[in-house]
């Protein structure tokens, strides 16, 4: 199939009412269409069809017992697609939605197996990127929308790794520029007045623990090893990989620079084709070699919005080996460990 491509105005989205229409009406006949959210893009299909939302996996390449995050454009629109609302879970959504919180509760009969990855829960995020929230509003239905990319690629923060992943395989991509967060959502599971949290992201622990009490991090989490038990199904496999060898070296910073420098030169010694990801602070210690700035370790949220492109630029190189430094563990550091470690398949390296 032909995919089409138009670029909305991310700030402005009903200036380009004309594609946002083309796009509502590919989704009202059940096919798919990639939008971007302020997390990272979201590969759409209408959440109660299970016609459409079949099309999802297919395209991804998707386990079939990978849940998918619906998408709502008013947080009203909740409590048609799950049994029952939490008083916990009305005061997280008051505090953050719109924004990249996806909230896993007990779900309706309206949602069908196929969106719920045959659960018997719902995960919904209500977006604040403007294109999304046009998007679903001229559809008048809730969005499955998981990340716009191949299954086990890095997820996708600019139009054109949507159509480098889904070209041919999906109806329409719109262009809405890079995403403002560049992570994905903050995934909790809401039971009674307890809270916890299946996937971390920008929204960190301490944010929600200042409206309540009970929060915890699942113990898959903790391991730093393959989370295979996981409550977030998802969160099992493969994930976020170029196509090279990805390590994570961890430790103190000049004995991590150090390593990966002899790493560097005993890889071009041998003709291997490496690279590594580095920082500010870093950069300019491997002058010689490829490497690839993502930020100051000073911003995490700067290195969070940057680390999937630059997972994605290792496979443009064509790196065969890439080395990738560590972050501290604190805060938004969180997230962004916990994907590099799956982008490294749990190989780090402690230094
Ligand atoms: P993606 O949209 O590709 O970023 O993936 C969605 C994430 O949300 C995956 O890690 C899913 O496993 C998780 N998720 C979606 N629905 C549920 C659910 N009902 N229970 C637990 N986790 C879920
Ligand atoms: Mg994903």
Not at 182 to 198: C, M
Not at 262 to 278: E, P, Q
Not at 303 to 320: G, P, T, V, W
Not at 326 to 344: D, P, Y
């Amino acid at each position: 199939m032909d995919t089409i491509l138009e670029k909305v105005d991310k700030l402005n989205p009903y200036l380009n009412i004309v594609a946002l229409k083309k796009a509502a009406n590919i989704l009202k006949n059940n096919n798919l269409v990639a939008f971007p959210t302020e997390t990272v893009y979201g590969l759409g299909a209408n959440a109660l069809e299970e016609d459409a939302v079949r099309k999802i996996y297919i395209a991804k390449g998707r386990p079939s017992d990978n849940p998918l995050i619906v998408h709502i454009a008013d947080k009203n629109d909740i409590y048609n697609l799950v049994d029952d609302v939490p008083e916990t879970a009305l005061i997280l959504m008051e505090n953050f939605w719109p924004g990249a919180l996806t909230i896993v509760l007990k779900k309706s009969p309206i949602i069908p197996k196929t969106t719920s990855g045959g659960l018997d829960t719902v995960a919904i995020r209500m977006p604040s990127n403007k294109i999304a929230l046009a998007l679903i509003k001229e559809c008048g239905f809730p969005l499955a929308a998981p990340s716009a990319n191949t299954s086990t690629k890095p997820s996708p923060t600019l139009a054109s790794h949507v159509y480098n992943d889904l070209n041919g395989k999906i109806d329409m991509i719109i262009d809405g520029g890079s995403c403002d967060l560049g992570l994905e959502s903050t995934v909790i599971q809401v039971v009674n007045d307890k809270v916890i949290i299946l996937r971390p992201g920008s929204i960190t622990k301490e944010m929600l623990e200042k409206f309540v009490k009970n929060v915890s991090i699942d113990k898959a989490l903790l391991d730093n090893k393959s989370d295979a038990v996981a409550k977030a199904p998802g969160m099992k496999y493969k994930h976020y990989a170029p196509a090279g060898e990805v390590f994570l070296i961890d430790g103190n910073i000049n004995n991590v620079t150090s390593y990966i420098i002899d790493a560097l030169r005993d890889d071009r010694f041998n003709n291997i084709k490496s690279i590594v990801i580095a920082s500010d602070e870093t950069i300019k210690n491997y002058a010689s070699f490829d490497a690839i700035n993502i930020g100051s370790r000073n911003n995490l949220d700067v290195i969070a919005k940057n680390m999937f492109n630059a997972l994605r630029q290792c496979d443009s190189l064509n790196a065969d080996k890439i080395y990738i430094e560590s972050f501290l563990e604190e805060g938004i550091g969180f997230a962004i460990m916990n994907r590099l470690k799956k982008a490294a398949s749990y190989k780090i390296i402690r230094v």
